[in-house]
Nanobody
């Protein structure tokens, strides 16, 4: 069973940058899409960004468009989230997710069958 391992979270001041990584444990990994979601205390988990595992289609939440960039390295089975111009409202636990069952609803949490453990991102003002 594929596991997703995230890294790269931490504490940063507003305006700063962080890069999150999410590595899949199996070589035979071919989801239709991978995504990043986040969940702040007392809030529902929300979509941040997603990409197709092949091709060049990317999706972003309006709140992060122009500041965050999702990217992948297929050879390393790894997806990244580069976060620039961070704001205090970006503070949350960030989760990566993989759609290996080809449900193909990239904005929806239920479409993803495999999740990472989450990594905390805290942005101070």
């Amino acid at each position: 069973q594929v596991q997703l391992v995230e890294s790269g979270g931490g504490l940063v001041q507003a305006g700063g940058s962080l890069r999150l990584s999410c590595a899949a444990s199996e070589r035979t990994f071919s989801p239709i899409a991978m995504a990043w979601f986040r969940q702040a205390p007392g809030q529902e988990r929300e979509f941040v960004a997603a990409l197709r595992w092949t091709g060049s289609t990317f999706y972003y939440a309006d709140s992060v468009k122009g500041r965050f960039t999702i990217a992948r390295d297929n050879a390393k089975n790894t997806v990244y989230l580069q976060m620039n111009s961070l704001k205090p409202e970006d503070t949350a636990v960030y989760y990566c997710a993989a759609d290996q069952k080809y449900r193909d609803y990239v904005f929806e949490t239920w479409a993803y069958d495999t999740w990472g453990q989450g990594t905390q991102v805290t942005v101070s003002s």
